[in-house]
């Protein structure tokens, strides 16, 4: 193989003979001063080979910065010659007579004088007139030249844009359309391999942009072409057919008034119900009988029952471009859904014109059209994951193709001669921030996980969630300013009176990614610090209800406390530091773990996985417990946590009560341990109020048993005084009914027993007079 090739070299099977072998008699003069400077080479060792090449590199940098890209091409070509044979393995090539320490500076003259070599080529190029025959020679040189570079470092950012600019310059020479993409393409590849490894490259950006665009040109005049081949035929075939019964039975009925493209378009893959490619069609509609209306445009996913099935069977019969009238029967346009409330409704039959304005292919992600995905360009870098930060300005459509909302949107007040509020998109606006995993609208997380920095892309959505609200770190005058946007652009539907968006489109454009801190690996790592603010970043998401973002992060702060406490070069105060953040997110963790797993195993009837998944909920929180309990005994958050898992696993409500007591002492601030301290409160007192509730009952029961059983006075009266020390809300006098005994005990009881009950009655009068109005409220 390779190796074996580089031996027989060695050995000098496969190389220059010691005697120069003669020059033919049309030899060029590139070959004679080639065969000079190797007949020079061989008096020559290495470092004197490597310091030739490096005058030679230095006299080019001179002519090009004197704009002689001739005589620079000349210089670094001198300069190849000279160094590129010191590039092989020493090992293999022991007759260079160079070791491994200048073969790495002979990899480098060359791969630094290719990249200024294809620089000189692209220049000498522009300097060429477009029908020049040389150009084709000169940007084939360049790309020879960057691809020598690439061999010897695969990285070359430099090598990588010049190639790429090379082979645009190429495509726009006289190519085929098919091999013009393919240049293109490859083109496109380098262009991407620059901003993988530098993702500010502004140049590589705009170049890459501007590829796209070629490409996506070329393609479309690909479509046209073919669309040729039908469209004569097709449009005088159409031209000459009056009326057209589509279906056969009279109940759509179709007259061309002019033709379109006469393209050949529908894929009956599309139109298969779990395909994974949807096609959405836009259609300008306007009712014509039986009375005129106004137009409306409209889009929906061909096949779909969203639209009418007469709308869906006349645009297969249709070409881009076309112009029809259609008269439907009523139960050809029966589809009563959110989409359809959008054109004007007819009783009976109908006659509409329609134009074809164009049809969109979209990814079905689900493949059941809930959310179909339009990647306009897919951006560089890496894509986003949860927790990274993402500036994204994103617009809303309707189903109509009117704007609903945009993140550029702000309101001008007016000028104050009574133009009123006006809505307006602020381009230099800066795009609303986001973190994946946390605050991101549900939509535009799906768009920023299709992209990379830079990247456009659509969704369409059967129905959106609620607008979101604007990110809380805006300033309070864009802030205002956007919701009051957002009252304007509210979208109504006329069957659905909720803040649901129905058949809407979101385009979304991620213009900057921040990824997530991942740890002491990261260049941004600050030790403490970056845990510190990692478990502060888990307490907001907490407090605003984000259960999963805060678990994530509160789970990198024990990680990354646990890098801290194994590191050789950790202190014992950061050591120190890093455990009071565990504590923290130790207790926030179990606090979540405990909240989510305790309304399961209170239900009686669930399924065994989900009870499953709730004990091990509840087995972690006592994991965190008890490391807590060792290092932080007095902590609130380990009295806090104790008391979560009592309540969930026992209902020990009075054990949890004195955790909380002392988690309230610990911190008296402490907002969580204060909400928690007042539910079992609550809960205790409803224990109480069973307690009383039974044994006022008991108590009941007692004084009627001791009435109808002679009365006995003293017995009566130990029970009178019993029931008057209990505590007895109006809830139980209404359900144990003891007024009404009370009052037959008064009725034949002793003049002690009387006053008993004459206390006993007022004074659950008086009590009714305060818990009545609460109770029935």
Known sequence: GEVQEDVNKADGKDDEDEDDPPLPEDASPQDIEIAKIEKEKKKMDATQKLERSLLWKIEGNKFFKAGEMPKAGDAYYHAIIYCRELTHNPQYYPKYGHNEEQRKIAQDMCENVYTNLSLVQLKYAASLGAGNEELQKVLEEAVKSASEALKINGKNVKALFRRAQAKEKMAELDKANAEAQVILGEAKTDLLAVLEEDKQNRDARVQLKAIQDKLKALKKQEV???????????????????????LGDGTIKKKLETAGDGGKWV???????????KCVVHLQCTMLQPKQEKPVTISFVLGEKDMHEGFSTAVKSMTVGEVSHFTFAAQRLSANTVLSSVLPKASGESTWELKFLKFVTWHDLERNCEHLLKVHEEGWGRKPENLSEVFIHWRVFGPDGSMIHSSRNTVDLGD????????????????????????????????????????????????????????????????????????????KSKDKEDKDLYHCTIRAELERVIPALVGPEDPRWEGVTAIAQECYLGQQCLDRGYEQAALARFRRVLSWV??????????????????????????????????????????GNVRSDILKAAQKDIAEAEENWRWLNEHFPDHAGTKLLKAKILVAQDDDFKGAYDELILAQEADPGNNRVQEELKLVKIELRKEEEQRNKAKVAEIRDNLKRVRENGCNNEEM?????????????????????????????????????????????????????????????
Not at 267 to 277: F, G, M, Q, S
Not at 568 to 589: F, G, K, L, M, V
Not at 745 to 758: F, I, M, P, S
């Open 224 to 246: 046209e072409f073919e669309k040729k081949t039908f469209s004569f035929g097709n449009t005088l075939s159409g031209l000459g057919v009056k009326e057209k019964d589509l």
């Open 717 to 777: 009266a130990s029970l009178l005084s019993d029931l008057q020390q209990t505590s007895v809300t109006w809830e139980t006098v209404m359900e144990t009914r003891i007024g009404v005994e009370v009052k037959n005990c008064q009725e034949a009881g002793n003049d002690n027993v009387k006053r008993l009950c004459t206390q006993i009655l007022g004074k659950l009068k008086d009590e009714s007079k305060e818990q009545r109005p609460m109770w029935e409220s």
């Open 416 to 491: 104050g001669t009574g133009g009123g509020f006006k809505q307006v998109e602020d381009e230099d606006k800066e795009p609303p921030r986001y973190v994946l995993g946390e605050n991101c609208w549900e939509p535009l997380e799906l768009l920023c996980k299709s992209l990379k920095q830079g990247g456009v892309a659509e969704l369409r959505a059967r129905k959106l969630p609620p607008l979101p609200k604007q990110d809380e770190q805006a300033d309070a005058t864009s802030n205002a300013a956007a919701q009051l946007s957002m009252m304007m652009n509210k979208f």
């Open 267 to 277: 894929n009956e893959d599309w139109l298969v119900k779990d395909a994974p490619i």
């Open 562 to 603: 646990d890098h801290i406490a194994s590191s050789s070069s950790s202190s014992t105060d950061e050591i120190s530091r890093a455990n009071r953040q565990a504590a923290a997110a130790r207790a926030s963790i179990g606090w979540v773990l405990v909240s989510r797993a305790a309304p399961i195993l209170d239900s």
